[in-house]
């Protein structure tokens, strides 16, 4: 059973924690909140055997195997240097950092503390139904480009409305649509196309100077794809991938549980693959398999494949990010 260290208290850590139990190949030993009364809180909640206060103290004296991630997106790097000086692994929630020279210098620490694994947690990616999509695409004779909508109204978006700032729109907690509900369209694009040419990105900028929404150009050799992403509005509209007379449609590049290949006589044929009703058991099971077999070599070979796949997103949406002349405070670090 692998110890589970947790930064971050809200909602995707209640998610998190309820598909580790789930795979019953992870137990919740030790919680780190800024505040007492939360720590004890959450600990009594998820049955945590220990909590802390001081963040030097959660990575010195905690009992736990890997760190699950999930503070405010500047806070990332900071943390997660923290966990891999005290040899633990690493759990990072999505956008992993702020840029690529974070992303670098943690790359190099890992070479100095060789043992210790840093996975970034993209959930939709290790999803059985994300890889049926994934070999679809592979074999269609030709693929023509794509739009991948996700769109989703954020209930922190009424604070702005009121005059807030809350973390998720806020510059110096890197937030903003490109850097929350944006990763998950990003991320397919990549695994599904490999990384672009060239990209442009098209925000519209909410009274905290964020991205509430925005619309993101990736170009190819051969063709483009767009993405539609935002947390000030909702969509409910389909993502495509066009062939030549055929086309692949996703109800969904990130929260995706239906999937159905229309062929060049327009005949549908849907695709078959297990969906959890939590999204997260399946990047669970393949991270207790890559800590539970840390030297075998198919592990390995997956393990590098997700961190290459994590390194390009992060040049990725940084590339996106400058080309709107979006800058985050940490960009300056």
Excluded: C
């Amino acid at each position: 059973m692998l110890k589970l260290g947790i930064i971050g208290t809200n909602w995707i850590t209640d998610q998190f924690i309820e598909a580790a139990n789930v795979t019953k190949r992870w137990q919740l030993t030790t919680v780190f909140s800024r505040t007492t009364q939360r720590a004890q809180e959450y600990s009594s909640k998820f049955h945590a055997q220990e909590f802390f206060t001081d963040i030097n103290e959660f990575f010195s004296n905690g009992v736990f195997d890997a760190v699950y991630i999930a503070s405010p997106n500047s806070l990332h790097y900071q943390y997660a240097r923290q966990a891999i000086e005290n040899d633990k692994h690493v759990i990072v929630e999505k956008p992993a950092f702020t840029n690529p020279d974070e992303f670098s210098q943690i790359e190099a620490l890992l070479q100095a503390h060789p043992k210790v694994r840093l996975v970034e947690a993209a959930r939709h990616v290790h999803t059985p139904l994300f890889a049926q999509v994934k070999q679809q695409v592979n074999d269609m004779d030709q693929v023509q480009g794509a739009t991948l909508t996700y769109m989703k109204y954020s209930s922190r978006y009424d604070q702005v409305l009121a005059g807030k700032t809350p973390n998720v729109f806020s510059l110096e907690f890197a937030g903003g649509a490109l850097q929350d509900l944006g990763v998950y369209p990003v991320y397919s694009a990549v695994a599904l196309f490999g990384e672009p040419n060239s990209v442009v990105y098209f925000p519209t900028l909410i009274a905290t100077k964020a991205d509430g929404k925005g619309v993101a150009i990736l170009r190819y050799d051969d063709f483009e794809v767009t993405l539609n992403f935002g947390k000030t509005s909702n969509s409910h509209l389909v993502s495509e991938i066009y062939g030549l007379k055929d086309t692949l449609v996703m109800d969904n590049p990130a929260d995706l549980t239906d999937a159905v290949y229309y062929d060049a006589d327009q005949q549908a044929h849907k695709l078959s693959a297990p969906v959890e009703a939590n999204d997260m058991v399946p990047e669970l099971r393949d991270f207790a398999a890559l800590l539970e077999q840390p030297n075998d070599k198919e592990q390995l070979k997956k393990y590098q494949e997700w961190f290459d796949l994590s390194r390009q997103v992060n040049s990725l949406l940084d590339t996106l990010r400058q080309s709107a002349g979006i800058e985050f405070p940490s960009d300056n670090r």
